[in-house]
DNA sequence: ATGAAAGCGCTAACAT
DNA sequence: ATGTTAGCGCTTTCAT
């Protein structure tokens, strides 16, 4: 593959020359920048990046690191992401944790090695990751969950209250014991929303009953078997909370076994939003994440601290919205 | 961050012995080697990828084009990607076609440019992308869809005689008047399982008529205005068979909106197995895609082609199965 | 078995 | 405005 020296001697000039010429620096004499253009042209020469990378100290890659790329709600943030990457410039390299401390910090392992430019986490919770990378000096934002011990930027939602808000609702409803289906303990995102819940359930003076919790892994299987248990005791819920959208499938699932009827029988209101949720039978209340905005915010926020421009660390949390639609209404 | 040579210096050998006792060479005194180690775990060093890069000539790097992170048919061969390449320790770039011939021209750019081992694409079928790997010798494996004239590996899925089969099975289910929404004209996927639904229609003597085909993007919006469009004409299908998922939810909020019960007035079978597929009332009929395993053979044909082990041309055409559900049966 | 030194392709400081 | 040149951090001959 061509190499800029190639292109310097087909232009008849120096590689210097055709540096500055190629990246648009002033001072070229505009004839002398048409034959560089012109060479490069018929060479197909494209710069080599590692080489500039090296000789820069820096690259235009963030690394978007998530539990899984199956999970829409982080497919949505990564399309946040690479939407405002992609504008200003940069690529983004998308990893899966799989939720495991080892593989993240493989991963951040290699955007150190790669000198990535920075570093978008959703994090296990465990593991030494922010100390890592701060260490290095590599900007990190973290997204959804909280860094344990962090310095950096973080965008988060608002759970706790929205699952607060969606307790209520359901309460308002009618149903008078309402059940919660959350993710692993120690994972902040299923935590706060299981205190968003009985921070609903104290609201509404609704006695508050540890055998109407559940935990799971964020997934479908390990969710329907949680929901299996929930429902087949002697005192079942008369309605759930789920914690995000995979466990929801799994929770509807167990339900349609059981010949339990979401909204009829047993009202249902899930996190996250999906466009097959509409299509149930009835149509499936939500709790809507702005997982897009999360991704763009927090995509913005380390280019920001790539180039420089902020140094104290900020918190942002969106706030998520109910959508009702009829598995949480009793008429 | 440490250098090689500050290892170097710590251990008080060569720059050369630390890089060959970093890479596990052997002919390294064990000694000096442990010393080695144990200054650069002590420095934290990480060797620097780009000057790494650049000296080798080559990197571990594999980009992956696919139009939408957001169609859970592309996730799932991503994973089936991502595994593999991981394995071998590769990672992989994931971008975003969205189907435009200039961005994927564009990220093709950058894989040439940060000279990655290979590129796994999803070609949009217009563009220049395979001429202008082949031209660099950067190796290529085209996955779901074939390279316009390309000399290199594919692998398919045999959409044509899945969609034939759905065909056939709703015609054994007493559908009559069969229709068919299928992607943009000139897409081999969407123009495949067309065919195949008219192999369907033939084989099953069935009259073939136009007016029971619609076009649109592979995508919900446009999937459900062309179902509003096929399902309220004077004679409209009596059965749809759709040709992706995504296009599957656009029809089914077609269908609601019109009182048109699925599998009761109108039979469905749509591409792409999905988690909620079994929640519907019906339950939907699917074309099930083995989309991991694509993945995953793309990876492997890739990583074979980077390490020079082939240099014949390759298809691998793996098949779709049908899975029989409620949409698509009368009774 | 180890070290010295060249060089990958590029950019930027310096010189003109 | 343009050219000369050093050097980014690493791997790999080539000597020893």
Redesign the interface.
Known sequence: ?ATISDVASRAGVSTATVSRALNGKSSVDPELAARVLAAAAEL?Y??????R??RRQE?AVLALIISD??N?FF??I??GV?DVAHAAGY??????SDDEPDKEHEYI??A????MAGVLLSPTGRGDSAELLS???TPVVAVDRPLPNSTGDTVLVDSRLAARQATEHLAEQGYRRIGCLTGPSGVPTADDRLAGYRDGLRAERLPRSDTLVRRSEFK?AGAKEAARSLLSQPEPPDAVLVANN?MA?GV??AM?ELGVRPGRDVGVVAFDD???A????PPLTVVAQPAYDMGAVAAQLLLGRISGERTEATTTTLSAHLVVRASSTRS
Chains 1, 2 share one sequence.
């Open positions: 593959m197909g494209r710069p080599n990046g590692p080489a990378n090296l690259t790329v199956e829409p497919t949505a990564a399309r690479e690529s983004v390299v998308l990893c899966n392992d290699v150190l090695q790669e000198r260490r290095n000096r479908a995979m499938v509807l699932e349609a999906a466009p097959w509409t299509l149930l039978d």
